[in-house]
């Protein structure tokens, strides 16, 4: 058995590339909090530049950039209008109530798609006694309905009839880049009618830390005051922002190859009985799979595969998340997909 670890749990698990440790090594500093660090202006300018906006903002997490952009738009006691199994509500520790005063609204979607017809019946009538709708949130990939993406056409028309309506929409674009490579679209095309834009540098692009924001100019001086208040006034940070620059530059060259593995694990897993997959629904590089006709819970296979130095995540008592990400290759995959089939067929 080989010793190498194929850990697939995440595409956070990524480590800096020799270019970003050098550009961390090398990285002209300042304090940002009195907006003098070189580095992290030239990183929050290329991030707007490339999202065709005004401004842009440096966040330690995705996380803190979703609530930021969320109590920005947002008073107390309003709603957020948010897809049932999305990042915001199910993995951000209920923070945008516990912080930002605000409810989720969930609306289910398959696929984790919504559309302006379930978004619609969700909006609440303007009435005094009554939490009004103040924001509407969009993810695109969609993480637990296993990567999928947007169409352009689709979030474009929530954004018009949600502006019509004078409703603000964010959008939680941690793995935006995977989307545009699966559109073939640039990240400013189908993100221009957001109103407010965060992404994610330490996921698929590789950074050790990190997450922007993106808007105009008012919106993100908005967001800088909020980061402040929620701890994230960050000093000589241009040694993170220095690696984010590289994978922000060097990162979505490499989502293709990501794509291509994550469909080797796809199309591999669907051949193994018992295991339930359809490789034609993996549209980036999140597979998830259920296994509940193998005779082995999640929790189960999880332990066994990590035994076999294949490291997965559990999603339910039933279903398996797996993410192929830059540190593991083909070869890797192919043998994942081995290991995989051998445990499930032992029984465990």
């Not at 065709?52 to 995705?62: K, Q, T």
């Not at 989307?179 to 073939?184: C, F, G, P, S």
Request: proline share 4%; hydrophobic share 40%; aromatic share 4%.
């Amino acid at each position: 058995m080989s010793d190498k670890i194929i850990d697939l749990r995440s595409d956070t698990v990524t480590k800096p590339s020799p270019a970003m440790r050098q550009a961390m090594a090398e990285a002209e500093v300042g304090d940002d909090v009195y907006l003098e660090d070189p580095t992290v202006n030239r990183l929050q300018s290329r991030a707007a530049e490339i999202f065709g906006r005004e401004a842009g903002l440096f966040v330690p997490s995705g996380s803190m950039g979703n609530l930021t952009c969320i109590m920005a738009q947002t008073f107390r006691g309003q709603e957020v209008i948010c897809e049932a199994a999305g990042h915001i509500y199910n993995y951000e520790m209920a923070s945008m109530t516990a912080l930002g005063g605000v409810l989720p609204r969930l609306v289910a979607a398959a696929d984790g798609i919504l559309t302006w017809d379930k978004i619609a019946p969700a909006i609440r009538e303007k009435v005094y006694y009554r939490p009004q709708t103040a924001l509407i949130s969009l993810e695109n990939t969609h993480n637990m309905a296993g990567g999928t993406v947007y169409p352009t056409d689709v979030a474009e028309e929530i954004c018009d009839r949600a502006h019509e309506v004078g409703i603000p929409v964010h959008l939680d674009g941690a793995r935006i880049f995977n989307a545009a490579v699966y559109l073939r679209q640039d990240v400013a095309a189908i993100t221009k009618k957001f109103d407010s834009v965060q992404f994610c540098l330490s996921k698929g692009l590789g950074a050790p830390v990190g997450s922007m924001i993106v808007g105009s100019r008012d919106f993100i001086e908005r967001c800088r005051a909020i980061r402040k208040m929620l701890g994230g006034g960050m000093r000589q940070v241009g040694v993170l922002a220095g690696a984010g620059l590289v994978a922000l530059e060097e990162g979505p060259k490499l989502l293709p190859r990501d794509h291509e593995n994550a469909q080797i694990l796809a199309q591999g897993l669907a051949r193994i009985p018992g295991i339930q997959i359809d490789p034609a629904k993996v549209q980036t590089n999140i597979v998830i799979f259920n296994i509940g006709k193998t005779g082995i819970n999640s929790s189960q296979l999880v332990d066994q595969l990590n035994r076999r130095q294949v490291l997965t995540g559990a999603v339910d008592a039933e279903r398996i998340r797996v993410v192929t990400h830059r540190d593991v290759g083909r070869a890797d995959c192919e043998q994942a997909v081995r290991v995989i089939g051998e445990v499930v067929g032992a029984g465990y």
